[in-house]
């Protein structure tokens, strides 16, 4: 037996032909539906990168309980199974959050590993240069990828490019044995679009904006070109993936791989590229276009070839699925479910699927119903980590962080082990964009949201039954207000109390020019506001909880607009705030 997973980072559905009439040219993953089942109800679950990631590891949901972190020293691991049971497994990847302080404990579980440095303003190349040691880590980041590009100057020197040369190196060695599973796992089309010009030609356009190949995770308040122009640069990275693709389907071909190897196809989550008015992910509710994944799987022991499934299918069933298909049984821990009952026949395997990040909505679907629970207060309190593995995305775990750190009881999955209970927060709280309930069946692009009290109801008895499943802490029932240990009730119900701030934040976030003298009071610094006294009286007229919270941490020169295109203020507020602001900004 042996198996191939090619993953891919940040890959859109609605922009891959076997799931839509689009743009791309991607020629291959049509070739591949051709040769593969179609998930037509796939889902994430815990996001995004790292925790989809433990996600695959360890077949249960992770984000109830902790935010992006390393794998749990009592954590079930996949590929380490498989290894321990004799087959040998192979990770070869330039996904650059794997050797960060929040990724570190998770290549070490395969018997041999490759890593491709580049992607993302990874700190690879070192150019010294004063000038440009200030600014804040994002522009860091872009710095350092400018960097990275010019140390890959064609195709052939791609990160994308060496890391599938490595995983078809492994193929062509080991294509005459067995027991072995092999993970291609590519970066892209994550933010930046970094390309070379053979793929931006597929996409000719007029264009003659700024730089724009990695946008912000905020709203979209560039003109329309600019927007198209990043929606294309996605799409050329996306053609550059699909040949990446062609290449790992010439193997399958070349060696006949199909009569005994599996190949699934996956991604963590998808990028916003203006719908909904946003950009990237993570800031704003995860819509479908960020969790309805496209997902392939040949399964040579249930075949099926240019075939699709409908059951509701998620992240947290590709552990179980590579285990069973190797002979090995999923641990009692594992929450997913082997896809092969799905390949053979779409019989469902779940009633409902949970899918969300820590501290943001707790989301569940039905697979036509999406119900996005948010905090019942501004607060969104409290909100603790668990773990035995204190590190953030790319820093330990901060001494102010850890000062007041408790024993926490054991879940039923910590192998008996007390984690640290940490009191956290989160940089931005669902609240402000409310609870949302959509009909994806007469609402596909979620535009309209519900307000129906039964419906609702019933989708919070399927949210607390899966939250209870996934033995939730009860922090996270008080957080969303819900009921920890009683059945929920009508009582229970957000939506339409919290419907209006939810449309308001729906809205499209206009240009500044739109708005009085082109919005100069909405340029200046918060801080600055909060110390004068008229300012301050007009945001604790119209924004109360701001005014109220004392605002730590938060960078100097962050101004209305800044925090609106990142935590939706409503429209009419940020009219009136541009008029009675004025004479503050003109003084």
Not at 308 to 335: C, K, N, V, W
Not at 411 to 418: H, I, V
Not at 489 to 515: D, T, V
Request: with cysteine; net charge negative; aromatic share 10%.
């Amino acid at each position: 037996m042996r198996a191939i997973v090619l993953m891919f980072d940040s890959l859109n559905r609605h922009m891959l032909s076997p799931y839509a009439d689009t743009i791309v040219h991607a020629p291959n993953f049509a070739r591949l539906a051709g040769q593969s089942v179609t998930f037509e109800n796939f889902y994430a679950g815990s996001m995004p990168c790292m925790p989809a990631r433990r996600e695959m590891h360890t077949g249960r949901y992770n984000f109830l309980h902790r935010s992006w972190g390393p794998l749990e020293p009592f954590d079930d691991s996949m590929p380490e199974m498989l290894g321990q049971a004799g087959i040998h497994t192979h990770l070869v990847s330039d996904h650059p959050h794997y050797w960060e302080d929040g990724g570190a404990t998770y290549h070490p579980r395969y018997t041999t590993w490759e890593f491709f440095r580049g992607q993302e303003g990874d700190p690879w190349k070192g150019v010294v240069d004063p000038q440009h040691s200030g600014g804040d880590w994002r522009s860091g980041l872009k710095r350092q990828d400018a960097i990275n590009r010019t140390y890959m100057p064609t195709e052939a020197e791609h990160s994308q490019t060496l890391t599938v040369d490595a995983g078809l190196h492994f193929v062509d060695t080991n294509q005459a044995a067995d027991q072995w599973m092999l993970q291609i796992e590519l970066f892209d089309p994550h933010e930046p679009f970094f390309t070379h010009d053979a793929f931006k030609a597929m996409y000719p356009h007029e264009y003659d904006g700024p730089e724009f190949d990695w946008p912000g995770y905020q709203k979209v308040t560039e003109p329309a070109d600019q927007v198209e122009h990043a929606r294309l640069e996605y799409a050329a990275l996306v053609s550059m993936c699909d040949k990446s693709l062609g290449r790992v389907l010439d193997a399958m071909d070349k060696y006949d791989m199909w009569k005994d190897t599996l190949l699934l196809v996956n991604t963590d989550h998808g990028f916003l590229l203006g719908e909904h008015g946003w950009w990237a992910k993570s800031v704003q509710p995860w819509f479908n276009e960020l969790v309805h994944l496209p997902m392939f799987l040949w399964d040579p022991r249930t075949g099926g070839k240019d075939d699709r499934r409908g059951a509701l299918a998620q992240t947290i069933d590709i552990a179980p699925t590579m285990l069973r298909y190797f002979g090995l049984e999923p641990t009692s821990d594992m929450q997913g479910q082997d896809l092969s009952t799905v390949l053979a026949e779409d019989s469902d395997i779940r009633d409902g699927a949970l899918f969300g990040i820590h501290g943001g909505h707790v989301n569940v679907t039905d697979g036509r119903y999406v119900y996005m629970r948010a905090a019942a207060a501004p607060a969104n309190a409290p909100l603790e980590n668990y773990t035995l593995m204190p590190t953030n995305m790319r820093s330990r775990f901060s001494v102010q962080e850890l000062a007041e750190w408790e024993v926490g009881e054991p879940f039923s999955f910590t192998k008996g082990l007390r984690t640290l209970r940490i009191q956290t927060s989160s940089m931005l709280s669902s609240w402000t964009h409310g609870t949302l309930l959509f009909d994806l069946q007469t609402d596909p692009g979620q535009n309209n949201p519900l307000l129906d009290d039964g419906l609702e109801l019933r989708m919070v008895e399927l949210l607390v039954q899966l939250m209870h499943d996934s033995d939730a802490p009860q922090s996270q029932f008080t957080r969303l207000g819900l009921p920890f240990g009683t059945a929920p009730g009508k009582e229970h119900l957000l939506a339409r109390e919290q419907g209006g701030r939810a449309r308001a934040a729906l809205q499209p976030l206009p240009p500044l020019g739109e708005f009085h003298a082109d919005g100069a009071a909405l340029t200046v610094p918060l801080l600055a506001l909060l110390q004068d006294q008229r300012s301050r009286a007009a945001l604790g007229e119209h924004l109360p909880h701001l005014v109220r919270t004392e605002l730590i941490n938060i960078p100097a020169q962050l101004s209305l607009y800044d925090l609106a295109k990142v935590s939706p203020i409503p429209l009419p507020i940020l009219v009136h705030l541009a008029e009675d602001l004025a004479p503050v900004a003109a003084s």
